[in-house]
Structures are given as C-alpha cells and as structure tokens.
C-alpha cells in the first residue's frame, strides 16, 4: 500500500511540474516597475486613474480568456482570488487594455491568460500606484545643487523619480536623477514625503532641470522647451509643472 501511495504522489508531482512548465511567461511593457499614474481629484487617497496595460501575446496564444488582478503591497499574496475579465486590443503580437485603477499604492498588478481552466499564460508587475505626478524645471536649485544628500523616509519608498538615461523609475533618494549631472541634495525627496503624507498616495517627479539655465531657454523656441515637452509626453498626465529658479533671472 506504501509503495502504491508513493507512486501516486509522485505523478500528482509530476503532473504538476508539467502544468508549471506549460505556464508561458507574460511580457508586460506597461505600466513600469515603481510607475506612478496620475490620478483623477485632489481629495486625500480618493480618485482613479485609466491605466494603460500593454504587452506581448505570448506564441501560440489565440482563443484565450484575459484576467487582471492587483494585489496590494507589502502584503505578498492577494487578499481574495477575484481576477476581473478584459477583452484587449490585440495588434499583431501585441495587446493593449485600458484598466480603471483606483488611487493608492503600492500595488503587484497581475495579468494572466486561461483557456477553460488553464493558465496559459502569466505575468506581473510590481511595485505600481496611482497617485501625484509633477513635472520639474528651473536650475540648479530644482537638480542637485544642495550640499547634504536626503533620502526618502516614507516607510514604503512611495516617492520615485524617473531616470532618463537609465529609461526607468527609482526610488528619488539623492542624488535625482537629471539631465545636467549634477550629484548634491535636493528638495524632492522632503516634498515627496510630504506630499505622501497628505495626499495619502504614491507621488512621482519628472526631473528636466539643469543648471545654470535662464527662464528664456524653456520658452517655446529655446533649447530647452524641447525636454521639458518630452519630459511632459514621458507620463501623459501629469498635476504640474514644479518651477524653481535662481534669485537672478
């Protein structure tokens, strides 16, 4: 009987590895790890936003039926099985799908594909919020021109700043990353605390400051108008332009 129930468990473990390694991995492009999306109100934690979810349909994947799910962080599994049911727009090998995300954060958000009741395919994202968005210009004062370095203290890092030249979301501990190399203090991981702390949401900022500029260089025309433009299109939505410059100009 022993030897019976040994065999019978090895094929269930079997079976499941089988199972697992038929899983495809889903490739999400967006939203991006540490992304704030900008949401709708100004009321402390209320809002949404319509948040893009795009990837690649994995091969062979055709007849399928596509669920999404958040879980909210720092717990590590989600607190119910509810997936909700989307119908994506799939171009060629691609798929995209406009999701209403309510404020908050952090969140995993999950993507799966099934055919009757199997996983084909699935693939996450983390960690993700909906929250603030702000946009910074000006110089030296709005990169790193400060002398001691500040980190971001909120217990759950929800302030993040977007690398230009890495093409990706950090945490915004100093020095920020910005377009003039600069590598000092600033004011934004304080703010972004603090705006935390009201707002209740995750906060992001959008760096296109550099130093030693004049407020006439980011006038329509300027050398600079253009990053400031680009910096804009990089979040679509965004709450508004921070502008800090020097006493002089």
């Known amino acids: 009987m022993s030897c019976c129930y040994r065999i019978l468990v090895l094929l269930v473990f079997s079976l499941i590895s089988l199972d697992a390694q ?16 900008q949401r709708t109100g100004v009321a402390p934690g209320a809002g949404y936003a319509d948040v893009l979810i795009s990837g690649m349909v994995p091969e062979g994947i055709t007849k399928t039926t596509w669920e999404y799910r958040l879980v909210k962080l720092p ?48 693939g996450n994202v983390s960690p993700i919020g909906v929250g603030e968005v702000f946009v910074v210009a000006g110089q030296s004062y709005a990169t790193n021109c400060n002398d001691e370095r500040l980190k971001v203290t909120d217990s759950l890092q929800r302030v993040v700043a977007y690398d230009p030249t890495k093409q990706e979301w ?4 100093d020095p920020q990353p910005v377009y003039d190399n600069s590598d000092g203090g600033s004011i934004w ?14 906060v992001a900022f959008v760096n296109a400051a550099v130093g ?34 020097g006493e002089s100009d």
């Open 22 to 37: 038929a899983t495809e991995a889903l490739d999400l492009t967006t939203p991006e790890s540490h992304q704030v999306i």
């Open 75 to 122: 717990e590590q599994s989600p607190s119910s099985d509810f997936w909700i049911n989307f119908t994506p727009k799939v171009t060629e090998k691609r798929f995209s799908y406009s999701a209403r995300i309510a404020a908050g954060g952090w969140y995993r958000l999950e993507v799966r594909c099934r055919m009757q009741d199997k996983t084909e395919a699935v």
């Open 170 to 173: 950090v945490i915004a501990h």
């Open 189 to 202: 991981p304080p703010l972004g605390d603090a705006l935390v702390k009201e707002f209740r949401v995750p």
């Open 212 to 245: 030693a500029t004049s407020s006439t260089q980011w006038l329509p025309g300027g050398k600079l108008h253009t990053q400031l433009i680009a910096s804009g299109a990089k979040v679509g939505r965004f709450r508004a332009v921070l502008w800090q410059q």
